[in-house]
Every structure is written in C-alpha cells, then in structure tokens.
C-alpha cells in the first residue's frame, strides 16, 4: 500500500461529505427502519467496527435485540430466535459476505457497491474517491455516518461538525496499551484495538471497566504501560481515573456520554490517536510494512 496516512486523513470529512451528498439516503433509511426484529450484524476487519456500531444503532433506533459477530460465528452459532442479518463489508463480496449470508435469515448488505445474489436486500453507499489504505478511515468512517444519519434522522450537520482533527501530546514509548471501554464505547474502542494490532504501532489490551475492579489489574505493576480512557463521569469512572495515574506510564483520557453521536465522535478522536502514535514512530497507517503471511491468509475461502 502506498504511504499516504496524511493525504488520507485530509481527505476524510470530505469523503464523507460526499458520500453523504451522493448516496440514495432516503432508501437507506427506509429499509434501515423496515428492521423490526432480532437482527444479527456482522463484519471483519475494518467492517468489524462497522458492524458494532450498527448493532448499537439498530438496538437503540428500532429498539430490536441485536448481536455483532463475525463472520466465522455463523458456522457455530444457533440462529434459533434471529431473523435477519446485516452484513458490513466495503467491498460487498469478500469471503466473509458469503459465510454470513449461507442462512435462511433476512439478508441485508451495508456495502459501497451492490451484490447481485439473490434475496439480499442492497444498502449501497457512495464512494466516489476509493480511499487507498491498509487501515480503513474514510471506508470506516462513511458507513458509520450513514447509520448515524439514520439514526439522527437525517441531521448531517451534526455529523460534519464531529470530524475535525484532535492533537495529542504524549511519550508513546511503553509495553502495552490498556484501554478501558464498554459496551458504550465498544466500536471505538475496538477500532483502537484493530488498528494497533494490524499496523504494528502498539500492544493493546481492552478492558471492561468493572471487569478491571476484579483482577485485571495486576498487568499495570510489571510492565509499563499507558491508559486509554474513556470517560463517561461516572463515580466509577471518577475512582478509576484518580487511581490509574499511580499505576501507569500516562493516563489519556478521552470524555464521553452515552449516545451514538458522542461514540461517533470517539472514534474519529480514536483515528487521530492511532495517528499520533504511528507518527511518533514513523510509521503510516495507510502504507503498513504487513507480514508477508497476510498475502496466503486475506483471501482463504476454505472451511472454518
């Protein structure tokens, strides 16, 4: 991949303003709002992030029961009690499309280009100007304004105003990455986990917050570390964030509420984050040095 991270992080609001401007929105909506059942959503990669931001929307807008998975679930999960599928994925027609979509559930499809397989319900978005990169922002970051523009009914402003850079200042040298997330903050906080692992600019451990007050918490006195907060001013978060900076390297906290809108806008603060700490090694996100296993393994069709 070509090293561009700058070029495509420049790019990203007006991508999105694009997408937003050129796809059939109004169609979107009207098949997003037809899901009234319990509705599993699913997508790798990038898409992972996609596909847990679309369950949370889903659940909250509809108010349907929703689960995110991956692809390779569909092979051992009972599907017992689900009656439709959405599946994440920019192209449309990778590997993990199909394996999500062999099932006898309501098929949809949130992609940038339409799939031609039988009974599979097409939410296509726009993307005029493809987006050159090994870690997907753009590609990210537009299906999530779609979801979040149906979710807001169609409020783009509050989109676009949530996308600007963030700066950041701090030594990234450490062992690990500790971040403390929750099912309000899982897709951003599963971007950072995604990106830091598939670049290579960091060893990232997610924590649930209450999960942490039983026992997670001896990594942080053998190794030095930094926390990646995410603060919803909670009284747990108020212990947490009082304590955490006797134990850790540094304490980054990034301030949140519970909403879909204030998740959004976490996980472009998450983007310029991964961007920092790739800069301060002099590495691009957008053109990673990837092990060369990754040419036998990201297009495997075989069984699961």
Same mark, same amino acid.
């Given at each position: 991949?070509?090293?561009?991270?700058?070029e495509?992080f420049e790019?990203? *609001?007006?991508?999105?303003?694009?997408?937003?401007?050129?796809?059939?929105?109004?169609?979107?909506?009207?098949e997003?709002? *037809? =899901?009234?059942?319990?509705?599993?959503v699913?997508g790798?990669?990038?898409?992972?992030?996609v596909?847990t931001?679309?369950?949370?929307?889903?659940?909250? *807008?509809?108010g349907? =029961?929703t689960?995110?998975v991956?692809?390779r679930?569909?092979?051992y999960?009972?599907?017992?009690g689900?009656?439709n $599928?959405?599946?994440?994925?920019? %192209?449309?027609?990778?590997?993990? $499309?199909?394996l999500?979509?062999?099932n006898?559930?309501k098929h949809?499809?949130?992609?940038?280009?339409?799939?031609d397989?039988?009974?599979?319900?097409?939410?296509?978005?726009?993307?005029?100007?493809?987006e *050159?990169?090994?870690?997907?922002?753009?590609?990210?970051?537009i299906?999530?304004?779609?979801? @979040?523009?149906?979710?807001?009914?169609?409020?783009q402003?509050?989109?676009?105003?949530?996308?600007?850079?963030?700066?950041y200042?701090?030594?990234?040298?450490?062992?690990?990455?500790e971040?403390?997330?929750?099912?309000e903050?899982?897709?951003?906080?599963k971007?950072l986990?995604?990106?830091?692992?598939e %670049?290579?600019i960091? $060893?990232?451990i997610?924590?649930?917050?209450?999960s942490?007050?039983?026992?997670?918490?001896t @990594?942080?006195?053998?190794?030095?570390?930094?926390?990646?907060y995410?603060?919803?001013?909670?009284?747990?978060?108020?212990?947490?964030? %009082?304590?955490?900076?006797?134990?850790?390297?540094?304490?980054i906290?990034?301030?949140?509420d519970n909403?879909?809108l204030?998740?959004?806008t976490?996980?472009?603060?998450?983007?310029?984050?991964?961007?920092? =700490?790739?800069?301060?090694q002099?590495?691009?996100?957008?053109g $990673?040095?990837?092990?060369?296993?990754?040419?036998?393994?990201y297009?495997?069709?075989?069984?699961l």
């Amino acid at each position: 991949m070509e090293k561009n991270m700058k070029e495509n992080f420049e790019k990203m *609001k007006g991508r999105v303003f694009d997408s937003l401007c050129d796809t059939d929105l109004e169609r979107i909506n009207y098949e997003l709002a *037809k =899901i009234d059942e319990a509705t599993l959503v699913s997508g790798v990669g990038g898409s992972s992030v996609v596909s847990t931001y679309a369950s949370r929307i889903l659940n909250e *807008k509809n108010g349907v =029961i929703t689960r995110s998975v991956e692809p390779r679930d569909f092979n051992y999960l009972n599907l017992i009690g689900y009656k439709n $599928v959405l599946a994440c994925s920019y %192209s449309g027609n990778n590997y993990g $499309v199909t394996l999500t979509l062999l099932n006898n559930l309501k098929h949809y499809l949130l992609a940038s280009k339409e799939n031609d397989t039988d009974g599979i319900t097409n939410l296509t978005y726009c993307c005029k100007d493809s987006e *050159k990169s090994f870690i997907s922002l753009a590609a990210t970051l537009i299906p999530c304004s779609i979801l @979040l523009n149906y979710y807001l009914d169609n409020d783009q402003e509050k989109i676009m105003d949530s996308i600007h850079s963030y700066d950041y200042s701090f030594d990234t040298i450490c062992s690990t990455y500790e971040i403390f997330s929750g099912l309000e903050t899982s897709s951003a906080s599963k971007f950072l986990e995604s990106t830091m692992v598939e %670049s290579g600019i960091g $060893v990232p451990i997610v924590h649930d917050k209450y999960s942490y007050c039983h026992g997670r918490s001896t @990594l942080s006195t053998t190794s030095n570390n930094i926390a990646i907060y995410f603060n919803l001013n909670t009284d747990l978060d108020k212990l947490l964030i %009082s304590e955490l900076p006797k134990y850790y390297k540094d304490v980054i906290l990034l301030d949140a509420d519970n909403s879909c809108l204030s998740e959004y806008t976490l996980l472009v603060r998450c983007m310029y984050l991964t961007k920092y =700490i790739a800069e301060k090694q002099y590495k691009d996100l957008s053109g $990673v040095d990837y092990n060369p296993i990754v040419k036998k393994l990201y297009k495997y069709n075989g069984k699961l």
